[in-house]
């Protein structure tokens, strides 16, 4: 499943669109496509996982799942697309992805403050929700879109090997100074990830996930299912500490 960072990368790529008239529109989307035939675009933006193709008081809203895929300006061969756009300058095309068209003005639908890659990041207000939630597991918490829009599980695993947390530590266990430092590093290490995503490098950088050895102390990565989701995580028993 596409993280955060990647979305805002899809979304720098779809740029060019911003300002265009659709020309022509299909797929096997379960929605109106005939409402969005001649529409123009004014803008694209990214909330978390979700991108947002946004009109004058409307706008898609697209999830790439586990498995979804995009084409710009070409298409995949033999496949169907779940939507896809025609411009004056090019295409654009979505693939295995759920598509929503929502009658709303963007700005007000979303809380901004939550995005983990946005300039409204709020820390302190993920620090409120975090300390109301009390006996979350880490794990969790990361998780949690409405805390941390954008954190997949590569970034869980890897911000808490980087924070040396063990991911079953309990939220109201957590030292205040430790809470700060895993908040500030979930967003840093958003940003890294966006980085090295860019340069294609980012499986260079995993230091814990799906790795075998831990680059700490040599001993062996442990991998288990955690969490409400049984999402697959992998950390250092020795390394990361366990606060309970």
Not at 71 to 77: F, G, L, P, T
Not at 151 to 167: A, C, D, M, S, Y
Request: with cysteine; net charge positive.
């Amino acid at each position: 499943m596409p993280e955060g960072p990647s979305i805002v990368i899809l979304k720098e790529l779809l740029q060019p669109f911003k300002g265009k008239k659709i020309l022509s529109v299909e797929g096997n989307a379960k929605i109106d496509l005939d409402k969005l035939q001649g529409l123009k675009v004014v803008d694209v933006k990214s909330w978390g996982k979700h991108l947002l193709i946004c009109f004058n008081g409307s706008y898609i809203r697209i999830h790439l799942l586990m498995f979804g895929t995009y084409r710009i300006n070409e298409e995949k061969e033999g496949v169907l697309p779940r939507l896809a756009f025609t411009f004056k300058n090019g295409t654009v095309n979505f693939y295995t992805c759920s598509v929503k068209y929502l009658e709303e003005e963007v700005d007000t639908a979303y809380d901004w403050d939550a995005d983990i890659m946005s300039e409204s990041w709020d820390a302190l207000k993920a620090e409120k929700k975090i300390k109301s939630l009390k006996t979350e597991k880490v794990c969790d918490l990361l998780l949690d879109q409405e805390i941390f829009s954008g954190v997949g599980n590569i970034i869980k695993n890897e911000v808490l090997f980087r924070t040396q947390i063990h991911p079953e530590s309990l939220a109201n266990k957590l030292p205040s100074k430790k809470l700060k430092e895993l908040i500030k590093e979930t967003r840093n290490y958003s940003f890294d990830f966006y980085h090295w995503k860019k340069t294609f490098e980012l499986k260079k950088h995993w230091l814990i996930y799906n790795k075998k050895i831990c680059p700490k102390c040599k001993q062996a990565v442990k991998k288990e299912h955690l969490g409400k989701g049984k999402r697959l995580t992998c950390f250092c028993e020795n390394c990361q500490k366990l606060y309970e």
